[in-house]
C-alpha cells in the first residue's frame, strides 16, 4: 500500500484560498498556517506531491491535484479573467485576503462579491474590495505596476464617488504618483 500525503486542516484552508483568490505568496501563508517558516516546508511537500504548483516571484497556485480536491468536497474554484492587467490585480487582492483573512479585528470583502455580474456597474470601477476594520468600512484601492495618469485620474473619479458613503484606503509603492493628484483627492 502506497503511502501518500495526508492534508492537515490548514492545507486545506491554503488550497481553499486559493480556489477564491488563484495565488498566494509564499510570504503570506505564513497568516494561515500561523507559522514563520514551517509552511516553506509543507508547501514543498504539496508541490511535490502536485496539489500546488509555483509560480514566479514565490508565488503559488492550485495544482492538479489540488483541484481535484476541492472538487470533491465541492468546493467551486473561481475563473479569473486572465489579462495582464488582471493577474497584477488580483496578486493584490489575495495581498490584503491572505493579511485579513485569518484577523479577528478585521475583513476584506473582495470586489467580485460586491458587483452583480448581470447588472450594469453602479460603483466605482477600481476599487479592489471593502474592507472592514473597528466597524468602519472603506473601500480599497492599490496603484500598483505601471499604472498611468489615466489611471489615477480614473480612480480620482471612483474616490469622489465613494466618498460619501465610505472611507478609502490606498495601497501604493509609488506614493509619488498619488500625491501628484493631492489637491484633487482628499487625505
Same mark, same amino acid.
Given at each position: 500500500?502506497?503511502?501518500? @500525503?495526508?492534508? *492537515?486542516?490548514?492545507? %486545506? *484552508?491554503? @488550497?481553499?484560498?486559493?480556489?477564491?483568490?488563484?495565488?498566494?505568496?509564499?510570504?503570506?501563508?505564513?497568516?494561515?498556517? =500561523?507559522?514563520?517558516?514551517?509552511?516553506?516546508?509543507?508547501?514543498?511537500?504539496? %508541490?511535490?506531491?502536485?496539489?500546488?504548483?509555483?509560480? *514566479?516571484?514565490?508565488?503559488?497556485?492550485?495544482?492538479? /491535484?489540488?483541484?481535484? !480536491? +476541492?472538487?470533491?468536497? =465541492?468546493?467551486?474554484?473561481?475563473?479569473?479573467?486572465? #489579462?495582464?492587467? #488582471? +493577474?497584477?490585480?488580483?496578486? %493584490?487582492?489575495?495581498?490584503?485576503?491572505?493579511?485579513?483573512?485569518?484577523?479577528?479585528?478585521?475583513?476584506?470583502?473582495?470586489?467580485?462579491?460586491? /458587483?452583480?455580474?448581470?447588472?450594469?456597474?453602479?460603483?466605482?470601477?477600481?476599487? +479592489? =474590495? +471593502?474592507?472592514?476594520?473597528?466597524?468602519?468600512? $472603506?473601500?480599497?484601492?492599490? %496603484?500598483? =505596476?505601471?499604472?498611468? #495618469?489615466?489611471?489615477?485620474?480614473?480612480? $480620482?473619479?471612483?474616490?469622489?464617488?465613494?466618498?460619501?458613503?465610505? #472611507?478609502?484606503?490606498?495601497?501604493?509603492?509609488?506614493?509619488?504618483?498619488?500625491?501628484?493628484?493631492?489637491?484633487?483627492?482628499? !487625505?
Amino acid at each position: 500500500m502506497e503511502k501518500g @500525503l495526508v492534508l *492537515q486542516e490548514r492545507d %486545506v *484552508q491554503l @488550497l481553499e484560498f486559493l480556489a477564491e483568490y488563484k495565488t498566494i505568496t509564499l510570504d503570506n501563508t505564513r497568516y494561515i498556517y =500561523g507559522t514563520k517558516t514551517y509552511q516553506e516546508k509543507r508547501i514543498c511537500h504539496l %508541490v511535490k506531491e502536485k496539489y500546488l504548483i509555483r509560480l *514566479q516571484h514565490r508565488e503559488i497556485a492550485l495544482g492538479r /491535484k489540488g483541484k481535484e !480536491f +476541492l472538487s470533491e468536497i =465541492g468546493t467551486e474554484i473561481k475563473v479569473h479573467c486572465r #489579462n495582464l492587467n #488582471n +493577474l497584477e490585480r488580483l496578486k %493584490v487582492i489575495s495581498d490584503i485576503a491572505a493579511f485579513t483573512k485569518f484577523s479577528n479585528t478585521m475583513n476584506f470583502m473582495p470586489s467580485w462579491h460586491l /458587483k452583480d455580474r448581470n447588472a450594469p456597474t453602479q460603483d466605482s470601477r477600481r476599487y +479592489l =474590495g +471593502l474592507l472592514t476594520f473597528d466597524q468602519n468600512f $472603506y473601500t480599497v484601492y492599490s %496603484v500598483y =505596476g505601471e499604472k498611468d #495618469n489615466k489611471y489615477i485620474t480614473s480612480l $480620482y473619479y471612483d474616490l469622489k464617488k465613494e466618498r460619501e458613503f465610505y #472611507n478609502s484606503i490606498i495601497f501604493t509603492n509609488d506614493i509619488e504618483k498619488i500625491l501628484f493628484y493631492k489637491k484633487r483627492i482628499w !487625505f
